[in-house]
């Protein structure tokens, strides 16, 4: 019964059928009707929400502490390829001024 | 719960009238065809579903009335589905996606576009069915509204009908997972949803329903042993 993970992550494929298959008509209805108390939907909770949207620095300070496991690997990497680097150039270097 | 054959696309959108296509053009793709922007010669002919996505959005922030629809039409059933699963009442989940269109066409001005449309969308949705569920949890006795919940719905399989098959995957069984997520209480079914239908992470969880982590990974763990149990129970009952 492995397979109800896999069941449950196709789940999130799936659509519901709108009971009247009518709710792009009636949200179109809906924004052509628009007064000005719905301004009050942009609440507070929502501009928030609109702000964090919209910050770089919000977005990757999320991004790194949702998924600590690839920040750290990416880290990793770089340190090792920073450090390989380093290691190859001073041979380099060493080799050269030995030719010299 | 029926299954329906068509709407079938890879954008996973409900589309009954076949507007957006498995293969080949697409409704975004005529649109672009017909904007005479993309008519220069500086479209490539086949592009993918995000970029499209992006024009159009790039549009309705312009102001644009008709691009504005053509985010209704292609976002809408996602928005409801999102909004059903987590309210599993369709009224709610109407006017929560009314609710979250009007938010949108009042502040699309204000998308910056660092993440795509859709994940913006999703998360703004996901945010007011947690509102909304805070409010009735208040409110309403829960109680009844779980004896209530007798909800009908269809279920639309998109375009990974032909690897359900390949995976030994069945609709029925799809169905009846479905069928327990949506019956779950909600401190299972929430948590769930949000980790395995929208790929939150754990933390995020926390945050949303206000919870600590270690409650957030217990229950998620318990509402896959209920839909385990039931499923095997199922399938038991029926070798015997």
Redesign the interface.
Known sequence: ?N?????????????????K?G??D???K??SS?REE??N??DA??LD??KK????LY?FT?SV???PGKFAFILISIALFAGLSAIILKNFLKDSNRKR | MTE?PQ?ENKT???D?DGLIETDGGNILEDLAKNDPEKTAGTFPEKRPVEYDDKAIVEKAKRGDKAA??QL??LY???V??TA??MMRD?HD??DI???V???V???IK???G??SFKT?IR??TV?TCI?KLRIKAKTADKKVGLEAFEES????????NHN?ER???TRE??KE??DI?VKMDESYRIP?ILR????Y?Y??ISILINKPIGTVKTNIHRA?KI??DK??FRKEKEHE
């Open positions: 019964m397979n109800i993970d896999k069941y449950i992550k196709a789940a999130k494929e799936l659509v519901i059928k709108p009971e298959n709710i792009e009636k949200i179109l809906r924004i628009i719905d301004k939907l942009l909770g929502y929400f609109l949207s919209n910050s770089r977005q999320e502490l949702n998924h | 329906e709407g996973g959108i409900y009954p504005f629809e209704v039409k809408s059933k996602y409801f589905t059903f699963f369709s989940a109407e996606s009314q609710e269109f009007v938010k066409f009042l502040s204000n998308f910056r660092l993440s913006w998360k703004l945010n509102d719905y269809e279920v639309i399989f998109p375009s990974f359900l995976n030994f995957l069984t799809l997972v479905l997520i769930l395995d239908l929208q790929d992470s933390r995020e896959r839909i385990k499923v095997i």
